[in-house]
Protein backbone atom coordinates (compact mmCIF):
# COMPACT_ATOMS: atom_id res chain seq x y z
CA UNK A 1 0.00 0.00 0.00
CA UNK A 2 1.51 3.21 -1.29
CA UNK A 3 1.40 6.10 1.64
CA UNK A 4 2.63 9.62 1.21
CA UNK A 5 2.62 11.45 3.99
CA UNK A 6 3.30 15.19 4.30
CA UNK A 7 4.43 17.14 7.04
CA UNK A 8 6.27 21.03 8.08
CA UNK A 9 3.17 23.07 7.32
CA UNK A 10 2.31 25.34 9.53
CA UNK A 11 1.48 29.41 10.47
CA UNK A 12 3.86 31.53 9.27
CA UNK A 13 4.51 35.51 8.87
CA UNK A 14 5.00 36.54 5.67
CA UNK A 15 8.98 36.79 4.62
CA UNK A 16 9.38 33.62 6.45
CA UNK A 17 10.20 30.17 5.13
CA UNK A 18 9.38 26.71 5.74
CA UNK A 19 10.44 23.53 4.40
CA UNK A 20 7.74 20.89 3.86
CA UNK A 21 8.52 17.25 3.65
CA UNK A 22 6.56 14.42 2.00
CA UNK A 23 7.71 10.44 3.42
CA UNK A 24 7.06 7.87 0.93
CA UNK A 25 5.89 4.23 1.56
CA UNK A 26 4.83 1.16 -0.13
CA UNK A 27 6.68 2.01 -3.51
CA UNK A 28 9.99 2.37 -5.20
CA UNK A 29 10.39 5.55 -4.37
CA UNK A 30 13.65 6.11 -6.01
CA UNK A 31 12.14 4.80 -9.45
CA UNK A 32 9.32 7.50 -9.15
CA UNK A 33 9.18 11.21 -9.98
CA UNK A 34 7.87 13.26 -7.43
CA UNK A 35 5.67 16.49 -7.83
CA UNK A 36 4.19 19.23 -5.54
CA UNK A 37 0.90 20.73 -5.60
CA UNK A 38 -0.77 23.55 -4.28
CA UNK A 39 -4.76 24.30 -3.47
CA UNK A 40 -5.41 27.47 -2.19
CA UNK A 41 -8.86 28.74 -0.66
CA UNK A 42 -11.53 28.02 -3.54
CA UNK A 43 -8.86 27.50 -6.15
CA UNK A 44 -8.07 24.41 -8.34
CA UNK A 45 -4.87 22.45 -7.03
CA UNK A 46 -2.31 23.89 -9.16
CA UNK A 47 1.14 21.93 -9.84
CA UNK A 48 4.47 24.16 -8.05
CA UNK A 49 7.58 22.10 -8.90
CA UNK A 50 8.40 18.63 -9.61
CA UNK A 51 11.68 16.69 -9.42
CA UNK A 52 12.77 13.11 -11.50
CA UNK A 53 13.75 10.33 -9.60
CA UNK A 54 17.24 10.76 -9.85
CA UNK A 55 16.68 14.45 -8.35
CA UNK A 56 18.72 15.66 -11.61
CA UNK A 57 16.05 17.72 -12.98
CA UNK A 58 13.41 19.53 -11.49
CA UNK A 59 10.19 21.61 -13.07
CA UNK A 60 8.79 24.82 -11.42
CA UNK A 61 5.38 26.29 -12.09
CA UNK A 62 6.21 30.05 -13.88
CA UNK A 63 5.28 32.30 -11.30
CA UNK A 64 6.35 30.50 -8.26
CA UNK A 65 10.33 30.00 -9.61
CA UNK A 66 12.73 31.48 -7.76
CA UNK A 67 11.31 31.07 -4.46
CA UNK A 68 10.38 27.24 -3.99
CA UNK A 69 12.90 25.21 -4.40
CA UNK A 70 12.29 21.13 -4.53
CA UNK A 71 14.89 18.30 -3.71
CA UNK A 72 14.96 14.40 -2.70
CA UNK A 73 16.97 12.35 -0.66
CA UNK A 74 16.28 8.51 -1.85
CA UNK A 75 17.89 6.79 1.04
CA UNK A 76 15.35 8.16 3.30
CA UNK A 77 12.50 8.44 0.59
CA UNK A 78 11.84 11.76 0.63
CA UNK A 79 10.70 14.78 -1.11
CA UNK A 80 11.04 18.71 0.12
CA UNK A 81 9.63 21.98 -0.69
CA UNK A 82 11.87 24.58 0.44
CA UNK A 83 9.88 27.96 0.36
CA UNK A 84 11.12 31.18 1.07
CA UNK A 85 10.09 34.44 0.68
CA UNK A 86 6.46 33.33 1.83
CA UNK A 87 3.69 35.71 0.75
CA UNK A 88 0.27 35.36 2.08
CA UNK A 89 -1.10 34.42 -1.53
CA UNK A 90 0.90 31.22 -1.23
CA UNK A 91 -1.21 30.21 1.62
CA UNK A 92 -2.76 26.68 0.91
CA UNK A 93 -2.87 22.72 0.95
CA UNK A 94 0.27 21.59 -0.49
CA UNK A 95 0.14 18.43 -1.24
CA UNK A 96 3.13 15.86 -2.79
CA UNK A 97 2.06 13.20 -5.26
CA UNK A 98 4.09 10.21 -6.91
CA UNK A 99 4.02 9.59 -10.74
CA UNK A 100 3.73 5.25 -11.15
CA UNK A 101 5.12 5.83 -14.74
CA UNK A 102 8.22 7.97 -14.42
CA UNK A 103 7.76 10.36 -17.77
CA UNK A 104 10.92 11.77 -19.04
CA UNK A 105 9.47 14.62 -20.48
CA UNK A 106 9.03 17.53 -17.71
CA UNK A 107 5.76 18.39 -19.60
CA UNK A 108 3.90 15.66 -18.07
CA UNK A 109 5.40 16.53 -14.56
CA UNK A 110 2.64 19.81 -14.73
CA UNK A 111 -0.83 17.84 -14.65
CA UNK A 112 -1.88 16.27 -11.99
CA UNK A 113 -3.59 13.47 -13.89
CA UNK A 114 0.14 11.93 -14.84
CA UNK A 115 0.14 11.52 -11.01
CA UNK A 116 -1.13 7.93 -8.83
CA UNK A 117 -0.79 8.27 -5.81
CA UNK A 118 -0.94 11.46 -3.67
CA UNK A 119 -1.19 12.63 -0.21
CA UNK A 120 -3.50 13.91 2.52
CA UNK A 121 -1.70 17.50 2.69
CA UNK A 122 -0.54 19.72 4.95
CA UNK A 123 -1.57 23.55 5.62
CA UNK A 124 0.55 26.37 4.92
CA UNK A 125 -1.00 29.41 6.25
CA UNK A 126 0.77 32.86 5.39
CA UNK A 127 -0.08 36.11 7.77
CA UNK A 128 0.81 39.30 6.49
Known amino acids: QVQLVESGGGLVQAGGSLRLSCAAS????????MGWFQQAPGKEREFVAAISWSGGLTAYADSLKGRFAISRDNAKNTVYLQINSLKPEDTAVYYC?????????????????????WGQGTQVTVSS
Open 97 to 117: AAQKMAFGNTRYWRSQTNYNY
Open 26 to 33: GLIFSTNN
